[in-house]
Every structure is written in structure tokens, then in C-alpha cells.
């Protein structure tokens, strides 16, 4: 079965800092890996995702995400975070069968709080 | 108007009572999910279905049923509800098996 990891319950940045979010995965194929975020009260938006093809992805909103298949991660990154990117964020792998996707395994999460 | 829409948003329930969750969706997807999310883990997958006739459990799916109405419809039902079924259900819906779109969630409260 696959799962996944997110390291860091909690992660504090300063506002125009750089940011990465650490995600691990165990998945037995080709994994379809995803990031989505979710505001205070709000529903999940996806940033970004990985299906095949150029390990580093682009998103929404700045962010960006590299699949190293040798270390089983997917790390999101923004290279200068706002105050608005406070929220939490979930990583997430696709299980698929012959009849399409069988339901994403979630990490956690990693709440991200923006320092003034 | 919203592609996936919940209904109702927020329920306060009673240990015993039947509940049930609905969601709709617009996108003319096939496949249609339910997750539940608990603070500090994530989003677990209910139950999912790929058409009306074809409803498959999820890693949580004890204490809850579904019904696949129409492809536009997929309800989630809690036969008798306890209090740790308290938690922030997603309906979710995906095309041919990649990216998920997820509604805006309903919040149910079990007392």
C-alpha cells in the first residue's frame, strides 16, 4: 500500500523568505504525486502535480516542486513566500488500477505560519 | 456556480441518528470520492466509485455507506452516528483517473 510522509507538522518563515516542504512517498509503480493547499476554513486547491516527464514541476501561486525518484520525495518549494501562502499544505500520491484512480493517500500535512 | 457542491455545509447531529452527505457535481466526471479529514492526519479516502454501478471501499469505510445516484450524484450516509465521526467530509471528483477537484467540504459534529 502506498503512504506518505510529511516531516514537518509545523513550519514558521518569515515573510519574503524562501520555503521548502518536505514530502516523502512509498508507492510500488510510477507514482502521480500532489500538492494541494488549504486555507483557514476553506476547501483543498491543487498547486501542483506530477504525472511523468521533467521532475521539476511548476504551480499556482510560485511554487514549484522536484521528484527525485532515488530519494522517494517531492519537495515544494516557493523562493519568496508571502503572508497570504499561510495555510496548510498536503501532499498527496495517486493509486491507480485498470479502472482509473482508486483515491489519493494524503500525508498529514504541514502548517505553514509567515512571520512579519 | 460551483463545479462539486456539498450539502449541507455545517450539521450538528445526535449519537444514533442517520445522516446522509450529498454531492453534486457539474464537470461530467465518472469517478467520484469521499474523504474525511481530522486535524493532525490528513485526508482519509471513504469510499469511491469509477460509475453508477461500480462503488468501492476506501481505507476508512466501516460506519458508512453510499449511494451513486447519477453520475452528477454520490452520497455518503452514516447509518448511526457516533461522536468520533465528527470530522470535515470532502466529496471529490476526478476525469479519467488524475487530478482530483475537491468541494468545499461539509462539517458534521457528532454530540
Known amino acids: 500500500a502506498q503512504s506518505v510522509t510529511q516531516p514537518d507538522i509545523h513550519i514558521t518563515v518569515s515573510e519574503g523568505a524562501s520555503l521548502e516542504l518536505r514530502c516523502n512517498y512509498s508507492y510500488g509503480a510510477t507514482p502521480y504525486l500532489f500538492w494541494y493547499v488549504q486555507s483557514p476554513g476553506q476547501g483543498l486547491q491543487l498547486l501542483l502535480k506530477?504525472?511523468?516527464?521533467?521532475?521539476l514541476v511548476q504551480g499556482i501561486k510560485g511554487f514549484e516542486a522536484e521528484f527525485k525518484r532515488s530519494q522517494s520525495s517531492f519537495n515544494l518549494r516557493k523562493p519568496s513566500v508571502h503572508w497570504s501562502d499561510a495555510a496548510e499544505y498536503f501532499c498527496?500520491?495517486?493509486?491507480?488500477?485498470?479502472?482509473?484512480?482508486?483515491?489519493?493517500?494524503f500525508g498529514k500535512g504541514t502548517h505553514l505560519i509567515i512571520q512579519p | 456556480d460551483a463545479d462539486v457542491t456539498q450539502t449541507p455545509r455545517n450539521r450538528i447531529t445526535k449519537t444514533g441518528k442517520r445522516i446522509m452527505l450529498e454531492c453534486s457535481q457539474t464537470k461530467g466526471h465518472d469517478r467520484m470520492y469521499w474523504y474525511r479529514q481530522d486535524p493532525g492526519l490528513g485526508l482519509r479516502l471513504i469510499y469511491y466509485?469509477?460509475?453508477?454501478?461500480?462503488?468501492n471501499k476506501g481505507e476508512i469505510s466501516d460506519g458508512y455507506s453510499v449511494s451513486r445516484q447519477a453520475q452528477a450524484k454520490f452520497s455518503l450516509s452514516l447509518e448511526s452516528a457516533i461522536p468520533n465521526q465528527t470530522a470535515l467530509y470532502f466529496c471529490a471528483t476526478s476525469d479519467f483517473g488524475y487530478e482530483q477537484f475537491f468541494g468545499p467540504g461539509t462539517r458534521l459534529t457528532v454530540l
Open positions: 466509485s469509477f460509475d453508477v454501478k461500480d462503488i
Open positions: 498527496a500520491v495517486g493509486a491507480y488500477s485498470g479502472g482509473g484512480a482508486d483515491g489519493l493517500t
Open positions: 506530477y504525472f511523468s516527464g521533467d521532475t
